[in-house]
């Protein structure tokens, strides 16, 4: 149990999370959703310990970050290191005994290839790949979905439903609904820095249909398409 | 156009104040730096003026990386993006140009200001396919980066240590194996991606311990050929080649402590004067030392905690 009490963040006099308060239990899938800007980012860095804010993030764990896997939307990677160099030193930093990745390659990626050469989408397989090896117990996937092509998302899908069945918290973003309605338990909307609801699986479409009247208004209207 | 030019002055002004100079003071030591070191190149070696043209054209050719200039084009209008270029490029070559100019080399000038427009038009794809393989696989990444980056120094370094034991000259031959360690010591010169001293799940100092044994371990494997070589011809220098080699494990350290207690920003100057002067004058690191590793502590502490 991951417990977020009253988490606030600032960058000078702009304030990006406000009193967020969220219960993560193991074996759940967390979606997270909310315009760009909404804060989403930095609750992944806090929660990462990334970022420090004020408030306060407990669990079982001494250290939190210890048994986390962070995919961040845009992964980092350093120039003239191979697929299966990352893999091994994401393996090393987590003391993880593994040197041969082919077997573990379920993206068939060009592991001698430098990293830095990989498509986009890729890069994300790569990286999720590197955190997926490192037997984490808790997983901040920030746009996982993002630049993948479909049969990878099926695979990342089905990733994110076998580490449920092995009682791991997962924490997705997304701004594909389709793929939150696949995976999640339950979606919290945030808005300024703040959640503004918590919606359980059987009402997600109603969460779609509102965000969609909320986010187009009059907006297309106003555009004046002739 | 214009407006390209003020913001790389500015994008130059704030990587100054980053290395914790005022810009203004910034552009004058480069200025001195530039020309002192121009003068001693001179004075130096016969072959200065071929020399400083292969310095020049280099260091003007990284404005021809290809994602750069891709960037360029597809933002600018195709006749912008070759005025730009095309100025960005002499503007760089001019310091050169007069250089050549003020030591009498004005065939060589021209030719320098004629191959850095001539460039203006050429991309370059740095981004090699082609992946080299290394012996450090195993714990990545400083060593493995840095191999790929400067083989050729490596190999130079080896060619001179042959040459050492060719025209048994001692003093090369140490020159090789400092070599060697200075390379190494380069591989530690730039912090990495914070995420990637985050993904650690041990304290800051097993973190530190774990990255200078691999410093040693992979520096000693390439050192190993030239220090056996060397003892092999110069047996008698036995004992110095020896203290070459634990100043070289010294010095490599001391750069893996400078790096982390600045982390995960760059090295500001009054670090790396202090770094300068440790290496320059060794008993001063047994207090550059202790002070680089407790600031490193500190500065990693925030990040593995």
Avoid at chain 1, 29 to 35: F, K, L, Q, S, T
Avoid at chain 2, 117 to 122: F, G, H, K, P, Y
């Amino acid at each position: 149990m991951i417990e977020i009490e009253n988490l606030s963040k600032s960058y000078g006099q702009k304030q990006v999370l406000k009193n967020v308060n969220l219960s993560l239990s193991s074996g759940k899938v967390y979606g997270i959703v909310g315009e760009n800007g909404a804060g989403k980012t930095t609750l992944f860095k806090c929660l990462a310990g990334l970022e420090t804010g004020t408030g306060s993030i407990s669990s079982g764990y001494p250290i939190l970050k210890n048994q986390l896997g962070f995919l961040p939307t845009n992964p980092y990677f350093m120039p003239k290191i191979t697929g299966s160099e990352y893999l091994q030193l994401l393996c090393n930093a987590r003391n993880v005994k593994m040197t041969n990745f082919q077997a573990k390659n379920i993206f068939e990626l060009p592991l001698d290839q430098y990293a830095e050469t990989y498509s986009t989408g890729m890069k994300k397989k790569l990286a999720l790949t590197g955190i997926l090896l490192q037997n984490n117990d808790f997983f901040i996937l920030d746009e996982p979905f993002n630049g993948v092509d479909i049969q990878s998302n099926i695979i990342i899908t089905a990733i994110v439903q076998e580490l449920v069945a092995l009682h791991k918290t997962i924490v997705i973003s997304s701004h594909i609904f389709s793929t939150l309605n696949d995976t999640c338990d339950e979606i919290h909307l945030l808005r300024d820095g703040a959640f503004v609801k918590r919606v359980e699986k059987a009402d997600f479409q109603e969460l779609d249909a509102e965000m969609k009247r909320f986010v187009l208004g009059d907006r297309i209207e106003r555009l004046g398409l002739r | 156009m214009q407006y390209y030019f003020v913001l790389q002055y500015r994008i130059l002004n704030r990587r100054l104040n980053e290395l914790g100079v005022r810009p203004f003071l910034g552009h004058i030591l480069g200025l001195l730096v530039f020309v002192g070191l121009s003068y001693y190149l001179f004075y130096k070696t016969s072959y200065a003026a071929y020399l400083y043209i292969t310095i020049a054209l280099s260091t003007i050719s990284k404005l021809s990386d290809r994602e750069r200039n891709e960037f360029l084009l597809a933002t600018f209008s195709s006749s912008v993006y070759r005025r730009i270029r095309c100025l960005e490029n002499s503007i760089l070559a001019w310091p050169f140009v007069l250089f050549l100019l003020y030591e009498g080399q004005w065939r060589l000038a021209l030719l320098l200001i004629l191959c850095a427009v001539a460039l203006s038009r050429v991309k370059f794809d740095d981004r090699l396919n082609v992946t080299l393989p290394t012996p450090f696989y195993r714990f990545p990444f400083e060593f493995t980066q840095g191999l790929r980056k400067y083989w050729f120094l490596y190999l130079l370094a080896y060619f001179v240590g042959f040459k050492a034991v060719e025209v048994a000259n001692f003093n090369l031959g140490v020159g090789s194996l400092v070599s060697v360690f200075l390379l190494g010591m380069l591989h530690y010169s730039t912090p990495e991606h914070e995420y990637f001293v985050w993904i650690y799940s041990c304290s800051a100092r097993k973190f530190l311990f774990k990255k200078m044994a691999t410093a040693m371990f992979y520096s000693s494997m390439l050192a190993l050929p030239l220090l056996l070589g060397l003892s092999a011809y110069f047996p008698d220098k036995l004992l110095i080649l020896l203290g070459v080699q634990c100043f070289g494990y010294l010095f490599l350290l001391t750069m893996i402590l400078a790096k982390y207690s600045a982390f995960p920003g760059e090295m500001s100057l009054p670090q790396a004067i202090l770094l300068g002067l440790g290496l320059l004058f060794p008993p001063l690191l047994a207090v550059v030392i202790p002070l680089f590793y407790t600031r490193s502590i500190k500065r990693l502490n925030a990040i593995l905690q």
